[in-house]
């Protein structure tokens, strides 16, 4: 079996060599079972990155570390305790017509889904389940939509929609032709493929995170900027922050556009009309600072730049859900948050091979994925009828021990063969400067 999604990318990139040695390869089998192609999907989107990164041989990718580093937010304990990962707002509901699916891990957003709902900020999940049970499912979404909270209802998947969405590009990479001199701040063939490349880092939650954080390990100075109002649960960025510094800046200050200007690479993954808001939308940065590689993640794509999402609401509308139903009822999941994963993958790939472009050509250029978009590509790869059992790895073998402020972390080793993390830092505590 060959990786048409891998020759895929590598032709989307750029790089006719390794798309037609990708058409050779036989993609092992990763532990990720699930009705859809998880599995691929998650070897594609590592082989992706590192064979455009690294010399080691693709064959010494491990499919074992994959399926761990995958399913990260499993293996990470804080001082020997598993933070919890969904917050009791986020999950499926019942609804008197079928299914919603909810997400509240951030505070604001538990918030404003009770709003939606008419209820008091004190509801329990039980008193959701009850008002929610009483709804249909479109006027449930509708209602927390209306007050800003994240809702969507569970569907059938869509396969013209996403016939459609396959004939774009999986990896959109555009090439503005400006007076641009070619630049890169790499300081010698020995060193990491990004070794002096600052990377400006305005992502959260998975997807853009695991990017930087990839181009973080390949020797990138990676700043991650925060707001100060939004706060960022610790066992989140710590799962993804390896090799980052991290801090704290209002968008709209006179020091962001200090950084932007000495940044060679700038990684977003707020909602597009959010970000055309505080101007720091593609176009306006390419206006301004035609210097930068803008690369952008999205959960919906640019043609729906004002609605937020998450991997596990893509999951939920694009039909992923019920493929993998357990019973042919009630909604399923991914066996990892493999839309998000795989987007970092091959954001970064995607960084790495157009550096290499720019250095060569020169230009404002301009890149871009979405889970949705992903999402798209999984439903048109081979599945199966039933689930795979679960077979055990050994996890110890595929995680690491830091100490951060005090605190002891084990997180997942990296999925590309033959480098290491460097130890997270606290989120928020470093300077917002190069």
Known sequence: MSSPLLSRVFSELGSPDLALRAQALAPPSVLLPSRLSTGHLAWASVAAATLLSSPAPVESIDPDRIAVAYRSDRVLTIDGTAPPVWAPLSGFWQT????????????????????????????????????????????????????????????????????????????????????????????????????????LDLTRVIAGPVATRTLALWGADVLRIDPRNLLEPEWQHLDTGHGKRSALLNARSPRMEELLTGADVVVLGYRPAALERLGLDADALALRHPHLLVAQLSAW???????????????????????????????GALPAQALDHSAGYLLAAAILRTLERRKAEGGSW???????????????MPRGDDIPSEAPIDVASHTARFVVGGHTLITARPAIPAVEYAVPRPWGRDQPRW
């Not at 979405?370 to 999402?375: D, G, Q, T, V, Y």
């Open 96 to 199: 008197s017509d079928g299914w919603i699916r909810t997400h509240g891990n951030y505070p604001h957003h538990a918030a404003r889904l009770l709003v939606g709902l008419g209820l008091a900020s004190s509801a329990t999940p039980e008193t959701v389940g009850r008002a929610l049970a009483e709804c249909r499912s479109s006027e449930a979404v509708a209602s927390v939509s209306a007050a800003g909270g994240l809702a969507v209802e569970v569907r059938d998947e869509h396969p013209s929609v996403d016939t459609e969405l396959r004939g774009t590009p999986l990896l959109h990479v555009v090439r503005r032709d400006v007076s641009v001199a070619p630049r890169s701040r790499r300081t010698g063939e020995t060193e990491k493929p990004l070794h002096g490349v600052r990377v």
């Open 366 to 380: 301009f890149v871009h994925t979405s889970l949705r978009r992903i999402a798209a590509e999984l439903l048109g």
């Open 301 to 331: 794509g640019l043609d729906d730049p004002a609605r937020a999402g998450f991997d596990s609401l893509v999951q939920a509308e694009s039909g992923i859900a019920m493929i993998e139903s357990p019973d042919g009822d009630r909604p």
